[in-house]
């Protein structure tokens, strides 16, 4: 039923006067890099809210008529993506749910732990639910209260905010929400904070009064011309409807525990995105320069592969003193990651995606830095490239551990038995990857990379200890599919 998992990104601006189509375009358009596979946002004008989402990247689903049709002060939009079998045009976001005086809006990033149960809670029978985030815009839409004829517009006006306060402490999972009515956004964050998501303010002008900005991430407020104000807390929620916003607290204390994605640090998030204070892209370049502290090795060139590794890259060329060089040239066109099917399919993705500079590499003793290993595909095929390139020795090394466990909580993982570290030993992934050596860095050596003392984190991903229970299907030869809820390593 609800298996669709969202690495998503969100955002929401409310700027009366300005032209927040266009605004949430170029906030969009910054965090494509969360979400691929389609992209939708929802307008209001105080009376009528329009969506507008299809299938597909942000520039094909909007174009200058399009945006230019839909008015209004406040907006919220989405980027998605999840594995390919269950992209679909029902689960592309914003969620719209039309009750109350006009309805409200829904956009999710993040993964919930509970949807079995919440489904039921919401009388909701097998199959109806497309996503967990339509879910739980099916549980905020029970709480409206009925929409008699009486009612003012002033008493409808805290009703999805009441309807919040009602469900949220019911959700569990991750979940950085962006939410619009007629005449408000909100933006929630999960009492762990697993997914990012962050404030900014529009200065006020000669023309335009000020405005407010919530995003998965800070660059879609640099590219608005917003000022980075901070990141909503983990179990905040941010209400604004004004010149001022209100921050409300809907979860009980002892369910905040900060737990932000370590591997937004590591892959997800843009380099130059803040995150728990600092910008990303140093975090990055440090992962890489004590990666060079652990197993020193002769080289002569140091070589990220484009783009996520070459931070790290950076960093590693530094803390050895080896030269930093460019080895292989990605084509800019092509998204972040070639998404197919099949594991041959995936492979020549990596052809079309990137191609060695021979010059460089050839005869050479190449240490190639890159951020993680998931299933191999795409390691495996440039570590064949760069060897038919002429490369004399390859040494890999990772800017994470080992990635051994599927993530719940909002990255699109695959499942145990494809997680290339879950499934060999270290000696079998260097035989595989057909590379000389081969170094992961430590988890002691990541925390300290990211720099943010007393900070909290989710490293399921690398430990396999799940903060949150989850839900695990977990299908057994020859019997039915159980569930299994577990509250650190499922099996
Ligand atoms: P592979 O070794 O074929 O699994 O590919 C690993 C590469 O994919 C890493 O170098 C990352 O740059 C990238 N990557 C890591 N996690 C993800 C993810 N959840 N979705 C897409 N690409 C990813």
Redesign the pocket.
Known sequence: MMDAKE?CGVFGVYAPGRPVAHLTFDGLYALQHRGQESAGMAVSDGDLITVMKDMGLVTTVFDERKLSGLRGHLAIGHTRYSTAGSSDWINAQPVFRGVGRTGFGLAHNGNLTNTDALAEQANMLPGLVSSDSDLVAELLGQQFPPDLPERTRAEHAADLEQALIEVLPKVEGAFSFVLMDADRIIGVRDPNGFRPLCLGRLDATDEFDQGWVLASESPALDVIGATFIRELEPGEMVIIDGKEIRSVRPFPNERLDPRLCI?EFV??ARPDTTLYGNEVHGARRRMGQLLATQRPVDGDLVMG?PE??VPAAEGYALGSGIPYGQGLVKNRYIG??F?APTQAE?ANGVRRKLNPLRENIAGKRVIVV???????????AMVKMLREAGAAEIHLRISSPP?QWPCYYG???PDRTEL?AAIKTLDEIVEYLDVDSLEYLTLEHLVQAIDAPGAGFCDACLTGNYPVPVQVKVELTGRPTVTVAAGSAPA
Request: glycine residues 8%.
């Open positions: 690495a591997f892959y997800f592969v996520s590794g972040r990651t998404i995936r890159d951020d993680s290993i998931v299933r191999g595909t795409t390691t495996r990635f990255i699109d993982t290339l």
